[in-house]
């Protein structure tokens, strides 16, 4: 759980670290404000979910945190077609992104499965 945690932290860090080198064209702009909004979401929502009330209440908040960290790569892949120039950090974010993808929707399942057993 704190590995999970700390990774979130790290997304919305190096995500936050790419907004500052882009340049302010209009779109950057508005595609980094979704960005910073969503990544850092994805980090706070995680936390809540550790502190959930009730399974159900976990599995609610982890469905936020799935659909804040797929909104992060979507501004992700939209930014990386205007900043070809930074393919390399912009793919490795999108990469990560992915993976806490992934591992948060196999959460919500396992939770999902003790819910049902219990």
Known sequence: MQDLKKRFKEFSIHCAELIQKL????ANRAY???LIRSSSSTGAN?????RGKSSADFINKL???EEEIDESVY??????HFNQDLS?????LIKEGNELTAITVQ???????K???S
């Open 23 to 26: 340049p302010g064209t209009t």
């Open 32 to 34: 980094s404000n979704q």
């Open 46 to 50: 995680y936390r809540a979910a550790l």
């Open 63 to 65: 469905k936020i945190v």
């Open 75 to 80: 501004f992700l892949e939209l930014i990386l």
């Open 88 to 92: 390399i950090e912009i793919n490795e």
């Open 107 to 113: 959460s919500i399942k396992t939770a999902r499965s």
């Open 115 to 117: 819910l049902r057993t």
